[in-house]
């Protein structure tokens, strides 16, 4: 896909424009706008630029777009109120993404793609006026901050490279080794090669970080505190860990990844976690899943896909299995002490009993004729304090060290180290209560109260126990962890969208033509398992198959008499 016109190209320049950057060589000129020589003239202005792409990459990983329709089209939470595009894309049956450019909810597609360009412009600007010889340095007696600029520039690239990975389909590589002629002429490449480049960055940060003596200014980072060489890497390191796992598309890809590679870095951990500090009147992103789609009682429930599984009556198989219209809510009979209400609520409504993270809530506020299977009677509750207690002053945390923990336990599995997966999934099962796994090849201990359940009763294996443990834990901790963790997974509902396209705001302006992806026979399309013949597909028919048959046996009259 190539950009040929001038019209083309202020189409590019329309999403990079927010970030107070320019492109460059257009024959329209703005006498109100300095142009790019005048507004980058000072090493103050150069910082200013490239450190401000940090917090335009962070409102994309923290914000409602695209997090909010990824989050339920995964089934981690479950809403089908209009906003954020959750009930055209988080309703049954699925259908493809609407890439019209003036759709109500495009900016589930185009809030990312103009916030990565707006960074990206932002900092190749920057750079490029270091690479013409400018000096971070406000004087001969001051620091030359020149190095510290460089880095801390290819992190927030290496950051927006990998959320337009992870997202879209295919996307501009836009940096400072791209000149103003070559503007007019830049092609997008499919998201491995955007992948690739990430790749690229990160090891240009993790190794200059790691021998690096420089600080990074808190407010640049989220005001937790300054950041030295050493925090610097082990955040790229973090974040390049999280995002290698998330760029498969299919389960066949996930499990082609370097898990090697990524169990080393995960392995290196974290010394705290990673997080925004929204100080009183401070200027910090706001993380909007962790309240609006989680303890915010109006707008969005618990999905009981994630939960379900905990429970022990029934009820979840019952509710998995039944037709969209008979799928009514239910109380969860569990020991899972993350769900069962055991003590009461973060204040101020203590008056109410809830588990570690999730909370009771019983009737949803949903319209029914948008379908009841989206009712829930649970409320994810663990952020609570983060509103009622320490609105402000407070670490909202992103990247944790049970983050890389878990992934970790992912790697040891696909490499074949069963025991150390099982280490871990049963650390996390101890935070449920759970009784832990003795056997890395047997299902879950409990009998009848074994958890996982699976959608047939049975009892879920060492791997559905990683599943639920990681689906339980990481809860609206980064942007969409559930949705690419189901994609690469293999666990979308069927027809879901895999991935964005470019958003049709920017095609149209680009003179394109529109595409999209999802729904039934669409590209990029969650697998209908009615027509899945891969093995897993199989195991999985043959299972639901035995529940049926078990189920007939025991409540049909002429089975019931044949065993007579």
Aim: net charge negative; aromatic share 12%; with cysteine.
């Amino acid at each position: 896909m190539r950009i040929k016109k001038l019209s083309s190209m202020i189409g590019l320049c329309a999403a990079v424009l927010l970030a107070g950057s320019a492109c460059l060589d257009l024959e329209v000129q703005n006498l109100n706008a300095p142009d790019r020589e005048r507004a980058i003239r000072t090493p103050g202005d150069v910082e200013a630029l490239v450190s401000g792409g940090f917090q335009v990459w962070e409102a994309t990983s923290q914000g409602l777009y695209p997090g909010g329709a990824m989050s339920c089209v995964a089934d981690s939470h479950s809403s089908s109120w209009g906003n954020f595009g959750m009930r055209d894309n988080c309703s049954e049956p699925r259908i493809a993404w609407n890439n019209d450019p003036s759709y109500g909810s495009r900016w589930v597609a185009l809030s990312p793609w103009n916030n990565s360009y707006t960074a990206l412009a932002a900092v190749r600007d920057g750079l490029s006026a270091i690479n013409d010889g400018l000096r971070i340095q406000e004087g001969p007696e001051e620091p030359d901050n020149t190095e510290r600029l460089q880095l801390f520039g290819a992190l927030i690239q290496a950051l927006v490279f990998s959320n337009l990975a992870v997202i879209h389909d295919k996307a501009f590589i836009l940096d400072e080794t791209v000149s103003a002629d070559e503007l007019t002429s830049m092609e997008t490449v499919p998201y491995d090669q955007v992948w690739a480049k990430a790749e690229e960055k990160y090891a240009e940060v993790v190794q200059g970080a790691e021998r690096a003596s420089l600080t990074i200014p808190d407010d640049w980072v989220g005001f937790q505190h300054d950041w030295d060489g050493a925090r610097m890497a082990e955040v790229a390191r973090a974040m390049r860990t999280r995002y290698r796992t998330q760029v498969a598309r299919t389960p066949a890809d996930r499990q082609a990844l370097n898990w090697s590679a990524i169990l080393a870095d995960a392995q290196m951990g974290m010394s705290e976690p990673y997080g925004g500090v929204r100080e009183a009147g401070g200027n910090w992103i706001y993380q909007y899943p962790k309240t609006y789609l989680a303890w915010f009682t109006g707008w969005a429930r618990i999905d009981y896909r994630t939960i379900g599984p905990a429970d022990a009556s029934g009820e979840y198989q019952r509710w998995i299995n039944a037709p969209l219209d008979q799928r009514t809510p239910f109380d969860l009979d569990t020991d899972d002490v993350r769900i069962k209400p055991t003590g009461p609520c973060p204040a101020p409504n203590t008056g109410a009993n809830c588990g570690k993270y999730m909370r009771y809530m019983g009737s949803s506020p949903f319209p029914a004729d948008r379908g009841i299977y989206h009712y829930s009677n649970y409320i994810d509750w663990r952020w609570a304090y983060l509103w009622y207690e320490f609105r402000y002053e407070t670490l909202w945390p992103d990247m944790t060290p049970k983050e890389l923990e878990l992934i970790a336990a992912e790697a040891n599995y696909h490499l074949g180290n069963m025991a150390a997966t099982m280490e871990t999934v049963n650390k996390w099962r101890a935070n449920g209560e759970l009784p832990p796994f003795t056997d890395p090849n047997g299902v879950a201990p409990g009998g009848d109260r074994c958890i996982p359940k699976m959608n047939d009763g049975s009892c879920g294996d060492l791997w559905e126990a990683y599943k639920y443990e990681k689906r339980i834990e990481l809860f609206h901790y980064g942007m969409a962890t559930e949705y690419f963790d189901d994609r690469g997974w293999g666990d979308m509902v069927q027809h879901s969208w895999l991935q964005l396209p470019i958003p049709g705001a920017e095609l149209e302006l680009l003179l394109l033509p529109n595409y999209t992806f999802g729904g039934p026979g669409g590209a990029s399309s969650a697998p209908d398992l009615i027509n899945d013949n891969s093995s897993a597909g199989l195991r999985q028919k043959a299972k639901n198959l035995q529940f049926w048959l078990d189920r007939d046996a025991n409540t049909d009259p002429e089975a019931i008499e044949r065993r007579r």
